[in-house]
């Protein structure tokens, strides 16, 4: 009965938060989540996300969305090539990967970001998105916390959780403990209809993933919904590279003259991907957060999934653990086992610490391979293991 009279609200309406509003509305939590989108319908960027059985998937079931989730999940999606950097396959698992495989710690469906946002939404009570929420401050009031939004409201909450990813407003208030830089950089490009605008590369792709190494660099990519495929380039950077290149992101050329001159060796089969993206590409610089960070536990304030323990996308771990954060931190808010809010969210952290410390260090040792000088060696050993 922890949550008894008590407001829940969650910064942030991404797959952590959306899923932790799921599961503890179907324990009558009263919960509002508070996200800066204008609406649903604002465009959601980023790769499609593959979700595993032990943490994503089991989130999933726990919500009672599995089937709405089989309905939605992008079939074959998850089936890969890897290639060298001149297109030539190394490896490919499309003729002997189920369809469909539940239940297999090895199966992890794919699904597009949108339509994860879009199940886990309609899930809801309505009203409990406000939508155009742009976090800015909040302050303790009595003995909870007043939030204070851009749009010039302000919201009172017992219990506030961090749900707003890498560059969270609220982590602060927790700890001061920040990310370092991984030494690794990507771009992010999307193509619209791409049997058109791409051909070639959609044929290639297959409806599900590539990875392509060479000289260092990578280009990965995966089909997303509608048509739709998304891809990065991906090489070792300095920090600051996305600021201090010269780039125009909104220039298609441009970008294209970048990568023939920062990936010389690389076949022109690539270069279909910049001439036919949308703009702007969007770099993103890849952190991660110490892998011994540790805080004091507040009782009325904690976090979940980028917010708490950002990491490389190397492992396809970051939605998976804050979908399982979310999990956790229901159950340990509702089970009755904890006889303080406190020990609950002290319980709840020192296992989300170190559950995601060891992923964030297997995140961080592929990106490492991934980025080597045998880069196409390590990942074939990886695959043909696995």
Known sequence: MLLQNKKI???GGGPGGLTLARLLQMKGANVKIYERDLSKDARVQGSPLDLHEDSGLSAIKKAGLLEQFKSNYLVGADRMLIMNERAEIFF???DNKPEEDFGNEHFRPEIDRGVLRKILLESLQPGTVVWNSHFISMETQNEGWLLHFKNSSSEYADIVIAADGANSKIRPYITEIKPFYSGITMLEGCIYDAEKKAPRINAMLRGGKIMAFGNEKNVLMGQKANGEIGFYASFKADEKWASGNGLDYFDKSQILDWFTKEYPEWSSVWHELFENAVTPFIPRPIYCMPLNQTWETIPNLTMLG???????????????MAML?????SEFLTSGQHTSLREAISSYEINMRKRASKMAQESLQNGEQMHSENALKNMLHFFEEN
């Open 306 to 320: 980028d917010a708490a323990h950002v990491m490389p996308p190397f492992a396809g771990e970051g939605v998976n």
């Open 325 to 329: 954060d979310a999990l956790e931190l």
């Open 9 to 11: 609200a969650i910064v």
């Open 92 to 94: 490919s698992d499309h």
